[in-house]
């Protein structure tokens, strides 16, 4: 079997510390890539924001101020467009990683198709006239929305779901998960792979359970310190403890910061656990009450 270096000389041991000062817990270093799928807003996203650029040089070319000021509007329009794509594929991805999920409020990759038709027939006119234009942005919007497909355009897993109890569940999870990405943005001060690494291993412990929250709201009660308190609290220690360790690379307070993850780490799962077992629970209590209503009824199995 395969096994990952880890000598003397190793980049994880040269930056991340000593055998001693690696962290311990279930999920790190390397486990926080268990189930991870490859962004979609990558090399695609990225050539509609360099696409476009020449417009810049070219505008100045295309023969007094209307057609310099149509193509500079062509390029703001691309490079909007291109943002509007990037922020949908990103949504998207969001939506597919839940069993529960909203449509997004507004369909941003649809907007981007319409906008790089609109821009590309701004591009255009100058040179192609109006009807020329035109094709110019049928092709580029149908393009565009071959390529990277619609918004998601329903909901997903809320039938039967109470709408007031999945908005509080939804608002809890969104609060949470800026939580999560303050601590990263916090981390990545510290310029320690084992630090990230650790902190990408708690992150995925912890939306195990937003995702069990988000398929029974009714868990949102028993939760709720751990989506709010606890995650605050755990942002708080990962603030300072950057700032110390960002300072003079204090083995002991990264120690001491990776026994709390690992704490933390345990009551997540633990909790997380707990709910699983009490609606499994529901269910069994579920089951018990059918088949004694049938029996009630002198229905009996075979």
Not at 48 to 63: D, E, Y
Request: net charge positive; aromatic share 8%; charged share 25%.
């Amino acid at each position: 079997m395969a096994q990952r270096f880890g000598g003397k000389y190793s980049p994880s041991d040269s930056i991340s510390g000593s055998d001693s000062e690696r962290p311990t817990g279930k999920s790190a270093p390397g486990a926080s890539f268990q189930g991870a799928r490859r962004t979609r807003a990558g090399g695609r996203v990225n050539l509609l924001f360099i696409a476009p650029l020449p417009l810049a040089w070219v505008a100045f070319f295309r023969g007094g101020p209307t057609g310099l000021a149509l193509t500079l509007l062509a390029l703001g329009l691309l490079l909007l467009a291109a943002w509007l794509t990037r922020e949908g594929v990103r949504a998207h991805e969001a939506y597919d990683a839940r069993k529960i999920a909203r449509r997004p409020a507004f369909p941003r990759k649809i907007a981007g198709a319409g906008l790089t038709g609109l821009g590309l027939a701004c591009a255009a006119v100058t040179d192609s006239g109006i009807a020329g234009a035109l094709i110019y942005g049928l092709i580029g919007a149908a393009l565009h929305a071959f390529a990277f497909g619609p918004d998601p355009m329903r909901n997903k897993g809320m039938e039967g779901v109470d709408a007031f109890n999945s908005d509080r569940v939804a608002r809890a999870v969104e609060a949470a998960e800026r939580e999560l990405a303050a601590m990263s943005d916090a981390a990545l001060r510290t310029q320690d792979r084992g630090v990230l690494a650790r902190i990408e291993g708690f992150h995925e412990t912890a939306r195990r359970l937003f995702r069990t929250v988000e398929e029974d709201p009714r868990d949102l009660t028993a939760a709720r310190r751990y989506l709010s308190v606890y995650l605050t609290g755990a942002k708080d220690a990962t603030v300072k403890f950057a700032d110390i360790y960002t300072r003079n690379r204090d083995a002991e307070a990264r120690a001491d910061y990776f026994a709390l993850l690992d704490d933390l780490e345990q009551n997540f799962a633990a909790r997380t656990e707990k709910l699983l077992l009490d609606d499994r629970s529901d269910l069994t209590v579920e089951i018990e009450v059918l088949r004694e209503r049938l029996s009630r009824e002198g229905i009996r199995p075979e």
